[in-house]
């Protein structure tokens, strides 16, 4: 089972940038995809981008691809996702998902986001 870590949650002003980094703890040959996902509290958890390991093709929400950039460690199994123009909403958080090429999927214990006026 994959393990992930994320990092780089924080205190942001709204229009403000946030990075957030998830590094897997597979190696990068059983690595398949990798994505963040965002839940606010009392509602679903949303995709926001992903990345497919095999190939570096990068996804995003549509709302979010002007503003969002997801790029990876080529030689490890780290991801980076850079967000822009955020938005004034409530504290959400941001989860990271990996899947290995045998169907694993995890998991990461989330990363806080808190967006202030």
């Known amino acids: 089972q994959v393990q992930l870590a994320e990092s780089g949650g924080g205190l942001v002003q709204s229009g403000g940038s946030l990075r957030l980094s998830c590094a897997a703890s597979?190696?990068?040959?059983?690595?398949?995809?990798m994505a963040w996902y965002r839940q606010a509290p009392g509602k679903e958890r949303e995709f926001d981008a992903g990345i497919r390991w095999t190939t570096g093709n990068v996804r995003y929400r549509y709302s979010a691809k002007d503003r969002f950039t997801l790029s990876r460690d080529v030689a490890g199994t780290t991801n980076f996702l850079q967000m822009n123009s955020l938005q004034p909403e409530s504290t959400k958080t941001y989860y990271c998902r990996g899947e290995t090429k045998y169907y694993e999927n995890s998991w990461g214990q989330g990363a806080q986001d808190t967006n202030y006026s």
């Open positions: 597979v190696s990068t040959f059983s690595l398949y995809d």
